[in-house]
């Protein structure tokens, strides 16, 4: 459950700081959300084995 909520608010802070104040988004930015993205879906896929 923790791994998704983490996700999720990682998503939601991405998508709220780009849409509703209107920053400019990095490059570290959207690479901190893709290695974070991919870690837990790595986490997923190690428990589904």
């Known amino acids: 459950v923790i791994p ?3 996700c999720g608010t ?3 802070a ?3 700081s780009r849409f509703l104040f ?3 988004l ?3 930015q959207i ?3 893709v290695i974070t993205i991919t870690g ?3 986490i997923y896929a190690g428990r589904a084995t």
């Open 22 to 24: 209107n920053e400019a």
């Open 40 to 42: 837990i879906v790595m």
């Open 31 to 33: 690479g901190s959300v």
């Open 14 to 16: 991405l998508l709220a």
């Open 26 to 28: 990095s490059i570290v």
């Open 10 to 12: 990682v998503i939601v």
């Open 4 to 6: 998704t909520v983490v």
